[in-house]
């Protein structure tokens, strides 16, 4: 019973860190918090549904589908974001919401208000048992990929070339554009591996529900964006910690809480944040960035 | 090599920039000098498309480069060594290094550069594998301009390499600007220490509010009566 509570907590954690990943990727560079995140996840959903309608094999629409998420998300930065490059921080913010919404009403008259049910294959429903312990193989997976997505990022972020212009693009995104590299580049690529987690995410979440709706993306990522707060806006090691922290708490408060206080976890959740953010005010990794004029 | 017509530069109501002409020949410093507020970064800025020029020609090589982003600008063989160092602090020394060369380089040619530069600068040797803000102000400073100097470029534009450094290192740094000087480099000096800028340049050209004022041999400079009563004290 504990060793599946710990397996919940950590699949949970790690959604919510892809997520925060994703957010605190594009803010690192652009200084935007892009509330159309949500709806990259939606997006990716519904490509899942679609695969899986068309008949392909389920492997290959889950390739299908977070390459589609990934390309949405640099859709949206050439359709929505390059043209307001240097709108203030207010104007992102809005055009984020107007793309948001937007897309929210695509979804809903364009394919149903309704959620609607993937196939997704029986074995991922699944348990497998040591003894006396039995784990679920939809959080188990979710917890592997996880790992090997936040493992892939480090080593791109590390090892490859663009990947260490995005880190110091972080840190003074002009001087990266004195050493030759384009701005656009940068962006763009903050964007795919943006849209990449949320793929994933996206995945990792419906395989856990087997269902997809026009708000799927909303509660998510609304999570994630507190995970990405709390672990120190635009730093990435805090958005991992503060995904994994979140769904942690999230699952330990589910399983413990009485019943009479149960109605209350989120405002319990939301009162730690707040009690975080009072202690450490730049969250619990805080970014390293220059501030210039 | 590179010449600047008729520049100028507005912060929305303000004039940073009223008029600057000047312009450098292949394998010379040119020193920019003068007071606080004169001009001096703008300019660097516009040559490096950093900052908007309201009007006015930025032409290097023959090719007018107004307005181009920076990125294109660096690609042309323009690299500027920006004010206050502006190194990444997250990053490694070698990353820093890295990504100074990572267009202009193939990744062969790129380590080939890197040796060069570590024997340019050893003290960047010693701390090679050290994150950039942990070196001390003039060991930035240096890396600075190895970051700048390792994608090869044709023209550096320095941007007051003596700020806020001990005097034994300010000497260190110029005698580093003097070599690279000897290797060909042309070189456009921003400096607020004008006894120093004059040493090392062959010739100057000196800003006040905006405008230049005064420009001539380095020489020229250093004996006229505007310059000793107003920048080196005599």
């Known amino acids: ?293 | 090599m590179l010449s600047v017509e008729a520049l100028k530069i507005r912060y929305g109501e303000v004039e940073a920039v009223r008029r600057v002409d000047l312009a450098v020949d292949s394998g010379e410093i040119i020193a920019l000098v003068g007071a606080n507020g004169a001009g001096k970064s703008s300019t660097l800025g516009a040559i490096a498309g950093l900052v908007p020029a309201a009007s006015g020609k930025v032409v290097f090589d023959g090719v007018d480069i107004t307005g181009l982003a920076p990125e294109a600008i660096a690609r042309k063989g323009v690299s500027l060594v920006p004010e206050g160092r502006r190194i990444f602090a997250g990053l490694t020394v070698a990353d820093n290094l890295r990504l100074g060369g990572a267009v202009h380089l193939s990744a062969p040619e790129a380590r080939a550069r890197e040796e060069e530069m570590l024997d340019l600068f050893p003290i960047l040797r010693r701390y090679h594998r050290a994150k950039g803000g942990n070196l001390s102000g003039g060991e930035q400073q240096m890396l600075a301009i190895a970051r700048a100097l390792m994608g090869k470029p044709r023209m550096v534009l320095l941007d007051e390499p003596s700020l806020g450094l001990a005097p034994q290192l300010i000497d260190t740094v110029f005698d580093l600007i003097a070599e690279l000087r000897r290797t060909g480099l042309t070189i456009l000096l921003v400096e607020q220490n004008v006894a120093l800028a004059l040493e090392i340049a062959d010739r100057a050209i000196v800003l006040a509010n905006g405008e230049v004022v005064l420009s001539g041999t380095a020489k020229e400079l250093a004996s006229s009566d505007l310059v000793r009563q107003a920048y080196l004290g005599a």
């Open chain 1, 1 to 293: 019973m504990i060793a599946q509570q710990i397996i919940n907590a950590v699949s949970l954690g790690g959604v919510y860190a892809l997520l925060a990943l994703g957010l605190a990727i594009v803010f690192s560079i652009v200084g935007l918090i892009n509330f159309a995140h949500g709806e990259l996840m939606t997006l990716s959903g519904y490509a899942l549904l679609a695969a899986l309608v068309f008949g392909l094999p389920f492997p290959l629409a889950v390739l299908v589908a977070v390459s589609c998420g990934a390309l949405a998300a640099v859709a949206m930065e050439r359709v929505a974001f390059r043209p307001m490059r240097d709108a203030s921080v207010t104007s992102l913010l809005l055009t984020s919401f107007a793309v948001s919404s937007l897309l929210k009403v695509v979804f809903q008259n364009g394919i149903s208000a309704r959620p609607q049910a993937v196939a997704m294959p029986g074995w991922m429903t699944g348990a497998f048992s040591f003894g006396d312990f039995t784990i679920g193989v939809g959080p188990s997976i979710s917890i592997v990929v996880s790992a090997l997505a936040l493992i892939a990022l480090e080593l791109f972020l590390r090892r490859t070339v663009t990947g260490t212009a995005m880190r110091a693009a972080a840190e003074d995104f002009n001087v990266v554009r004195l050493m030759g590299i384009p701005a656009s580049r940068i962006i763009a690529t903050a964007f795919l591996l943006s849209g990449l987690l949320a793929g994933l995410a996206a995945m990792l979440w419906v395989a856990q529900r087997a269902s997809v709706d026009p708000l799927m993306g909303f509660t998510p990522v609304l999570k994630a964006f507190i995970a990405a707060v709390v672990g120190g806006l635009g730093s990435l090691p805090g958005a991992v910690a503060g995904g994994f922290l979140l769904g942690i708490i999230e699952v330990l408060l589910q399983a413990t809480l009485p019943a009479a206080v149960a109605p209350y976890r989120d405002a319990i959740v939301l009162s730690g944040v707040i009690a975080v953010l009072l202690v450490r005010p730049q969250g619990l990794i805080p970014a390293v960035r220059v501030q210039r004029s």
